[in-house]
């Protein structure tokens, strides 16, 4: 059974850098065929896709994020990872990882974490 | 402001049909691209509940459905029950970001 876990730093300073780890379970993040993506949620608002990286490694990010983002992945730990620097109050949300189907212009988010909630206050 | 656009609020009586609306644009839901669906219970992460504009996946009720007119994308709750009172997303591919965007989400009032 699949199973995304997020961690990381509940409070981030502005002008830092936010990091966060998304553990996987029951599936590999460099063996299959899937992508993993990092999506995020301010408070009473909507969603929002941040990027993903490939099972070969390949990234894509959102073009207003795109300066500021890098998603990474590490093979032996089977967990992939988000920094976003720079940020600013804007950046507070809840940040969720999942697992994405993509197929070519086919691309869904077909399993989620639970989330965690990025605080960027002084 | 979210690149799809969704109706804030729909609501219904027990049992009742409901259906929420997704529109596009030419470089999304315009050009063809299929449309997901999401369900998210207050203070839950999201779940799939629709992919590639009419299928569920495994343990999805039948009374959840997804219909495509054209350019327009709808989503259909049929005989409506209170654990179905949530939030709705709707999610497609964009060809000018190369990637997925969303919906502003519809809040579902089971009354």
């Known amino acids: 059974q699949l199973h995304l876990q997020e961690s990381g730093s509940g409070l981030v300073k502005p002008s830092q850098t936010l990091s966060l780890t998304c553990a996987v379970s029951?599936?590999?993040?460099?063996?299959?065929?899937?992508?993993w993506t990092w999506i995020r949620q301010p408070s009473g608002r909507g969603l929002e896709w941040i990027g993903h990286?490939?099972?070969?490694?390949?990234?894509r990010y959102t073009p207003s994020l795109k300066s500021r983002v890098t998603i990474s992945a590490d093979r032996a730990k089977n967990q992939f990872s988000l920094n976003l620097t720079s940020v600013t109050a804007a950046d507070t949300a809840v940040y969720y990882c999942a697992r994405v189907v993509v197929l070519g212009s086919l691309m869904y988010f077909d399993h989620w974490g639970q989330g965690t909630l990025v605080t960027v206050s002084s | 402001q979210s690149v799809l656009t969704q109706p804030p609020s729909v609501s219904g009586a027990p049992g009742q049909r409901v259906t929420i609306s997704c529109t596009g644009s030419?470089?999304?839901?315009?050009?063809?691209?299929?449309v997901h669906w999401y369900q998210q219970i207050p203070g839950k992460a999201p779940k799939l509940l629709i992919y590639a504009n009419s299928n569920r996946p495994s343990g999805v009720p039948g009374r959840f459905s997804g219909f495509r007119s054209g350019t327009s994308e709808s989503l259909t709750i049929t005989g409506l029950q209170a654990e179905d009172e949530a939030d709705y997303y709707c999610q497609s591919y964009d060809s000018s970001l190369s990637g997925g965007v969303f919906g502003g989400g519809t809040k579902l009032t089971v009354l």
């Open positions: 030419s470089s999304n839901i315009g050009a063809g691209y299929d």
């Open positions: 029951g599936d590999s993040v460099s063996g299959g065929s899937y992508s």
């Open positions: 990286i490939s099972h070969s490694g390949t990234t």
